[in-house]
């Protein structure tokens, strides 16, 4: 069982930052097996994957919408994984999931690759 907790969502003007943190606790498994994700949701559309790290966090991947302004990180030790987002857009506007998965692959992930998810943080961008 994996338990995800999200923090730091909230309102910010266009071309501001936000840094969202989400603390990981696990029972039978260690955090650092998981490959760790934030995705995020528009009421009316579908869930899409935003970042997503690797398991020791040498391996990153993003969606192009994000690319260059978002960075994903991962703590082991804290089990912690956090999303800084820079330059932000109202099109940025959504609620920010964590997420945990198992499979690490290098095209676009899909809601069927998550086994657990946060309850998620609501992120707003105003013009």
């Known amino acids: 069982q994996v338990q995800l907790v999200e923090s730091g969502g909230g309102s910010v003007q266009a071309g501001g930052s936000l840094r969202l943190s989400c603390a990981c606790t696990?029972?039978?498994?260690?955090?650092?097996?998981?490959?760790m994700h934030w995705f995020r949701q528009v009421p009316g559309k579908e869930r899409e994957s935003v970042a997503a790290?690797?398991?020791?966090?040498?391996?990153?991947q993003y969606a192009d919408s994000v690319k260059g302004r978002f960075t994903i990180s991962r703590d082991n030790a804290k089990n912690t994984v956090l999303l800084q987002m820079n330059s932000l857009k109202p099109e940025d506007t959504a609620v920010y999931y964590c997420?945990?998965?198992?499979?690490?692959?290098?095209?676009?992930?899909?809601?069927?690759?998550?086994?657990?998810w946060g309850k998620g943080t609501l992120v707003t961008v105003s013009s």
């Open positions: 997420a945990a998965g198992s499979r690490w692959r290098i095209d676009t992930y899909s809601t069927y690759d998550i086994d657990y």
């Open positions: 696990t029972s039978g498994r260690t955090f650092d097996t998981y490959v």
């Open positions: 790290i690797n398991w020791s966090g040498d391996s990153t």
